[in-house]
């Protein structure tokens, strides 16, 4: 399967949600003062990701409304945002008029987003090319673009949580789908998203001059309660499996 094809299936999913859900998202999102992870909002505060991102040079893949660029950028880092639908882009202008914060959005593929060689100390993807791009095309990208010494950091649904899914229902606790060969993988009513084994992941990354250090799998807060909007795992589901997951490696110096 050409990548083009994906990419142009994924921007025409994208141009139609932006045009359905996510401009409110996005004024919600982007009010935020505190970085939030995931669908249950847990803060970085507590779970420490990022550390001080002040004085950084960031990109983020597949950036969206680009709200998490924003939190950055209220903490003093220079965010750069890459994404692929103009749509999506288009809000992420919308909300730095509105705001105030302002800073680069570039309309790209993140595999190869046309910026220079070593030029960030940070490249983030949330549910951005952490998903919606194939791994052996954008972690090369990302590697290509970190300074020596930079860090790579993406939050993506957990493997596990992927296996047990099937269409559109929420995961079930039974195993739905063979990990062997998951890598692409097309959902009937949506776009084509990517998804490795844990094995796979730390394959590919070493490969690209990657040291894994952290793989934090987050777990639904006791109070949670099912999200409506991203109901394809149920809260309780999320107590006992984890059902999403932030790598953070770090690029050899
Ligand atoms: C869940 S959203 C991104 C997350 C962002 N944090 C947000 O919620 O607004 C996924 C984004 O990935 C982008 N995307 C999909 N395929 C892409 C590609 N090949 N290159 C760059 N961006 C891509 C979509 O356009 C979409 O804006």
């Known amino acids: 399967m050409d990548w083009r094809s994906d990419a142009a299936r994924n921007r025409a999913l994208w141009t139609e949600t932006n045009r359905e859900h996510t401009n409110d998202s996005a004024e919600t999102n982007w009010a935020l003062d505190e970085i939030s992870w995931g669908i249950w909002g847990l803060d970085e505060a507590h779970l420490n990701v990022l550390g001080d991102v002040a004085g950084l040079d960031v990109v983020e893949l597949g950036c969206g409304t680009?709200?998490?660029?924003?939190?950055?950028?209220?903490?003093?880092?220079?965010?750069?945002?890459?994404?692929?639908?103009?749509?999506?882009?288009?809000?992420?202008?919308?909300?730095?008029?509105?705001?105030?914060?302002e800073f680069p959005l570039v309309e790209a593929d993140a595999g190869e987003t046309g910026l220079p060689d070593a030029s960030f100390d940070l490249v983030l993807s949330e549910y951005g090319a952490s998903i919606w791009v194939d791994p052996y095309r954008w972690v090369p990208e990302a590697a290509r673009v970190l300074r020596p010494g930079g860090r790579l950091v993406f939050l993506r649904n957990s493997t596990l949580v992927i296996l047990c899914s099937r269409d559109e229902e929420p995961a079930g606790e039974q195993l739905e789908r063979?990990?062997?060969?998951?890598?692409?993988?097309?959902?009937?009513?949506?776009?084509?998203?990517?998804?490795?084994?844990?094995g796979e992941w730390i394959d590919l990354l070493r490969a690209n001059g990657f040291e894994v250090e952290r793989l934090l799998e987050l777990q639904a807060p006791h109070d949670a309660e099912t999200h409506p909007y991203y109901a394809y795992v149920t809260a309780d589901w999320a107590r006992q499996w984890p059902a999403e997951e932030i790598w953070i490696a770090r690029k050899g110096s």
Do not use: C, N
Not at 88 to 101: C, P
Not at 182 to 197: D, I
């Open 178 to 198: 063979p990990q062997f060969g998951l890598h692409r993988t097309e959902w009937p009513e949506g776009g084509v998203e990517f998804h490795l084994a844990h």
């Open 66 to 101: 680009a709200y998490f660029s924003a939190w950055l950028a209220k903490l003093g880092a220079r965010p750069v945002g890459v994404d692929i639908t103009p749509a999506q882009l288009d809000t992420a202008r919308r909300m730095m008029a509105a705001t105030g914060i």
